[in-house]
Nanobody, 119 residues
Framework: QVQLVESGGGLVQAGGSLRLSCAVS????????MGWFRQAPGKEREFVAL????????YYADSVKGRFTASRDNAKNTTYLQMNSLKPEDTAVYYC????????????WGQGTQVTVSS
C-alpha cells in the first residue's frame, strides 16, 4: 500500500500564490511518477501536471502552463505544486496521484486539498 497526504491548500486572492505538498509513504518503488489533478464543483476531474522520477520531465495542462510548477524532493518522497498567478477558475479540490513508471493508470490517490481563489 502507498499513502499520499496532501497539504497546502487554502483561500487566496486572485493573482496570489500557493504551494501544495504531497508526501508519499508506504510500499513505494524506487522509480515512480507523480501527477496532480483537480476537480471543480460540477466538473470532471482534470489533469494539471505530471513530474517524472528525476524531476527532469514535466508536463502541464495548457490552462496552467507558465503559472504552475511541479517539483519533487526524492529524499523526502515529497512532490510539490507551486501555483502562481492564481485565477478564480483554478478553484478546485487538488489531488496528487502515484503510479509506477511504465504503468498507465494512477494507482494511488491523495485525499485532496481545497484551493479557493477569490476574485
Amino acid at each position: 500500500q502507498v499513502q499520499l497526504v496532501e497539504s497546502g491548500g487554502g483561500l487566496v486572492q486572485a493573482g496570489g500564490s500557493l504551494r501544495l505538498s504531497c508526501a508519499v509513504s508506504g510500499s513505494i518503488v524506487r522509480v515512480f511518477v507523480m501527477g496532480w489533478f483537480r476537480q471543480a464543483p460540477g466538473k470532471e476531474r482534470e489533469f494539471v501536471a505530471l513530474i517524472g522520477w528525476s524531476g527532469g520531465v514535466t508536463y502541464y495542462a495548457d490552462s496552467v502552463k507558465g503559472r504552475f510548477t511541479a517539483s519533487r524532493d526524492n529524499a523526502k518522497n515529497t512532490t510539490y505544486l507551486q501555483m502562481n498567478s492564481l485565477k478564480p477558475e483554478d478553484t478546485a479540490v487538488y489531488y496528487c496521484a502515484y503510479r509506477r513508471t511504465g504503468v498507465t493508470d494512477y494507482e494511488y490517490w491523495g485525499q485532496g486539498t481545497q484551493v479557493t481563489v477569490s476574485s
